[in-house]
């Protein structure tokens, strides 16, 4: 079992940055590729970014790369998502998630979910 709790979420102007914080608890934490997922109002939840149990491959969404990454801290049991440049299309509520095997790309692969956290972008 293994609680995920997501913090750092806000309002923010267009082109500003945040920094989502993802803390687990339960069972060891670098046994879990981890995961960030996206649902904005209406829309279904999309997937974000995604990175493996050692933190050495990640992949991220063509709508997020080149501004959104993706980091762990194995030592802290803590996920990252640094979102830069942002822009009100990213509004949403930003899930974390765990997987025991892959990187999760996709819902039906995670095992575990965060309660979720509000990020807005205001232009």
């Known amino acids: 079992q293994v609680q995920l709790v997501e913090s750092g979420g806000g309002l923010v102007q267009a082109g500003g940055s945040l920094r989502l914080s993802c803390a687990a608890s339960g069972r060891t934490f670098s046994s879990y590729a981890m995961g960030w997922f996206r649902q904005a109002p209406g829309k279904r939840r999309e997937f974000v970014a995604a990175?493996?149990?050692?933190?050495?491959?990640?992949q991220h969404a063509d709508s997020v790369k080149g501004r959104f990454t993706i980091s762990r801290d194995n030592a802290k049991n803590t996920v990252y998502l640094q979102m830069n440049s942002l822009k009100a299309d990213d509004t949403a509520v930003y899930y974390c998630a765990a997987n025991f095997w892959v990187p999760p790309t996709t819902e039906v692969q995670c095992d575990y979910w965060g309660q979720g956290t509000q990020v807005t972008v205001y232009s």
């Open positions: 990175i493996n149990r050692s933190g050495g491959t990640t």
